[in-house]
């Protein structure tokens, strides 16, 4: 059966560029260094699961037909196979065209793309171990009775003890990839937070930030203004709070529900300080020195954008932009800006970091 063995391969290596793409898009270290050697590893990823969908529509009448004379225990494998390649195909595509969904099911098909795959890697684990070193599981004795395996597999049968390293070896696997993605999440969750929902992914497109517990943060506002100013942690700290409970949602599909946000009103700041602009744009800067996006200054001031510095009761964490972060509760969470640092009024608008890269919306209303 040369054929199979072919399609078999091809669906491997496919497969596999998947999942490593798929789990360095996953991991924040990976995904911000890919972002940094500008290698569009999104497009990389869905370009592969076009192709294995391809071979997987290709393929699957001449395997079903092949499947038909076999015994169950292969049929079972293809079906599982099957199962989880609909998932991912339809979490997927709903996360691809996510920008028309609503952010509830545009959550779930995260969460579902997410499982399925942490679902299936001890299966693929132990399949593959299985067919490099020919290997067949110790099934019960009515399954094997119908499987009539290959006399090949069947001189190769696991011992017990075998079967159950294996087994406790995916089990592993699954464990270690579930804690990374909801215990630890849900550990770390302090009293303060019970009501919240989900938890921030961290995305920074630089692989460091700006780290001001170390060094003096303060805010520039300058450009097309009345007046220059420069407000400090502490001026930040002093100046009437406004805090507001709300969901912050990435335009890639996930969301936190119920955060508490203190911080200042941009109105309020300027109230406060005489300020009064002149420019009809305003681009604020972080001071990671890369990152940056542009709004309307009646976005900012005239909606209730915020300077950010607290979340759930406590300051900002440094990887979340402490000191402060902007934040607009009708816009996405791009727009947040972390580690803003400069606030620059002018006459023509700039376009943000993902307004150049990623094709992201200038203005980001949810
Ligand atoms: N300086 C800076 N701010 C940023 C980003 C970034 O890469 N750098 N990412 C933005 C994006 S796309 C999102 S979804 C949120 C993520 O916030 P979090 O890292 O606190 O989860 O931050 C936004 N602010
Ligand atoms: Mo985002």
């Not at 990435?250 to 406060?272: H, P, Y």
């Amino acid at each position: 059966m040369q054929w199979l063995r072919i399609i078999h391969l091809i669906h491997g290596v496919f497969f596999i560029f998947m999942l490593l793409s798929g789990l360095c898009l996953y991991i924040v270290a990976t995904r911000t260094w890919f972002n940094q050697i500008g290698f569009p590893l999104v497009q990389f990823h869905l370009l592969t699961a076009c192709f294995y969908c391809g071979l997987v529509l290709y393929s699957l009448y001449r395997i079903g037909r092949y499947l038909l004379k076999k015994p169950p225990v292969k049929k079972f494998n293809f079906i599982l196979n099957l199962l989880f390649f609909l998932m991912w195909m339809a979490s997927g595509l709903l996360m691809y065209f996510q920008a028309y969904l609503l952010a509830e099911v545009r959550n779930v098909a995260v969460v579902i793309h997410d499982w399925t795959t942490f679902l299936f890697l001890p299966w693929v684990l132990t399949h593959t171990i299985g067919h490099l070193f020919n290997v067949s599981l110790p099934w019960p004795a009515w399954w094997k009775r119908r499987a009539a395996l290959p006399p090949i597999i069947e001189e190769n049968m696991l011992e017990r003890r075998d079967f159950l390293k294996l087994f406790s070896l995916a089990f592993l696997f699954l464990l270690i990839g579930s804690w990374f993605k909801w215990l630890t999440p849900i550990l770390n969750v302090t009293e303060a937070e019970n009501k919240r929902r989900g938890y921030f992914r961290i995305y920074n497109v630089t692989n460091d930030f700006p780290r001001y517990e170390d060094r003096e943060w303060s805010l520039t506002i300058d450009g097309l203004i009345n007046k220059k100013e420069s407000i400090g942690y502490t001026d930040l700290l002093h100046l009437p709070s406004t805090t507001i409970i709300d969901n912050f949602h990435c335009v890639t599909g996930w969301s936190v529900r119920n955060v508490e946000m203190k911080g200042v009103l941009l109105k309020d700041l300027f109230d406060a300080y005489g300020l009064e602009a002149k420019g009809k744009f305003v681009t604020a800067y972080s001071g990671d020195e890369v990152y940056f996006d542009s709004f309307l200054t009646t976005q900012l001031i005239d909606e209730e954008a915020l300077l950010v510095y607290e979340m759930d009761g406590e300051f900002l964490k440094p990887a979340q932009g402490y000191p402060c972060r902007l934040y607009h509760p009708d816009m996405y969470g791009y727009k947040s800006v972390k580690w803003v640092d400069r606030l620059e009024f002018s006459g023509e608008r700039k376009k943000g970091y993902w307004q150049q890269s990623g094709g992201y919306d200038l203005n980001g209303y949810l």
